[in-house]
């Protein structure tokens, strides 16, 4: 897993200049990287004490670009501080305990033929 910087050291290395033009260019980004990244996970569950990534608060608070965000394409980047939530792209599943009564099954509906 890649060491996630601090704050300031995040705040010395980044690049002066906003990473991006605009707000919708910022949340689509977001939404395919940070929104799927374990290491904002604490922090979209509500969890108390949880603080978000350094980078998000240099890029959105500050107006830099992150040295850890490194140029993709001609419009985007790839987060080298990026963790994945699993092999198959979601988080891993919850163990239920014996008994317990589960509302929505994390498992495809199938139905049998007659």
Excluded at 9 to 21: H, I, M, N, V, Y
Excluded at 26 to 40: G, I, P, V
Excluded at 89 to 111: A, C, E
Aim: a positive charge; aromatic letters at 8%; one cysteine or more.
């Amino acid at each position: 897993m890649p060491k996630r910087p601090t704050l300031d050291a995040a705040l010395e290395t980044a690049r002066d200049g906003a990473a991006f033009p605009n707000g919708t260019t910022w949340a689509n980004w977001a939404a395919t990287n940070c929104d799927r990244c374990l290491r904002e996970r604490p922090l979209r569950n509500g969890m108390a004490n949880a603080t978000g990534c350094p980078l998000v608060i240099v890029a959105v608070v500050h107006g830099k670009t992150p040295a850890e965000w490194v140029p993709d394409t001609e419009r985007t980047y790839r987060c080298t501080a990026f963790v994945a939530p699993g092999p198959s792209g979601r988080p891993k599943r919850i163990p239920t305990r014996r008994g317990q009564l589960v509302l929505f099954s994390d498992r495809p509906y199938r139905v049998e033929p007659e």
